[in-house]
């Protein structure tokens, strides 16, 4: 299964909301994650299940979608939030696979 | 605390052998399935390989099959990746993350180089 994430890069302002994109090939249902990776750090779990905020994740970062499409929506951009963010799928593996990316960078 | 910390990488030459482990701690080893994940330079994330919660159940992405096996030791709250025939496109940075298909805990990471 094939994620294509949109867009590459969002350039943004603190304060402002990002809207990230996850397309699959196919239906996967909800059973897409996102992760997020700031430079030279392990990646982070923010959600699971498309929805599901993962433990100690601020409520300003919140998913949606099912199908084939999903949306990663942050809030009120804080500065600790401009990273990249990965999306990766559950529903038919192995392979899990993951999306391209999308990096928030400050505008 | 979670903690899980990678050893064992470097610079090896094309086609040798390189062993990874990951240290685990602060929650109960046995209980969990564990995945490694890779990163080159530059790139995205892939998924590598996964292990069930006994070992007896383990998962690989097609480019790996045949050159990479997972394994664990419980005793030691260990889990490992042996990698031989190493391709100059396995240069990447190595997570062991926890999780079977969801991976809520990761390692720092741990850098493999296969280059002459």
């Known amino acids: 299964i094939v994620l294509t994430q949109s867009p590459a890069t969002l350039s943004l302002s603190p304060g402002e909301t990002a809207t990230l994109s996850c397309r699959a090939s196919?239906?996967?249902?909800?059973?897409l994650a996102w992760y997020q990776q700031k430079p030279g750090q392990a990646p982070r779990l923010l959600i699971s299940?498309?929805?599901r905020r993962a433990t100690g994740i601020p409520a300003r970062f919140s998913g949606s979608g099912s199908g084939s499409d999903f949306t990663l929506t942050i809030s009120s951009l804080e500065p600790d939030d401009f990273a990249v963010y990965y999306c990766q799928q559950r529903y038919n593996w192995p392979p899990l696979t993951f999306g391209g990316g999308t990096k928030v960078e400050i505008k | 605390e979670v903690q899980l910390v990678e050893s064992g990488g470097g610079l090896v030459q094309p086609g040798g052998s390189l062993r990874l482990s990951c240290a685990a701690s602060g929650f109960t080893f046995s209980q969990f399935s564990m995945s490694w994940v890779r990163q080159a330079p530059g790139e995205g994330l892939e998924w590598v390989a996964n292990i069930n919660e006994d070992g007896s159940e383990k998962y690989f992405v097609d480019s790996v099959k045949g050159r990479f096996t997972v394994s664990r030791d419980n005793a030691k709250d260990s889990l490992y990746l042996q990698m031989n025939s190493l391709r100059v496109e396995d240069t990447a940075m190595y997570y062991c993350?926890?999780?079977?298909?969801?991976?809520?805990?990761w390692g720092q990471g741990n850098l493999v180089t296969v280059s002459s």
């Open positions: 299940d498309a929805s």
């Open positions: 196919q239906n996967i249902k909800i059973y």
């Open positions: 993350a926890r999780g079977l298909f969801i991976f809520d805990y």
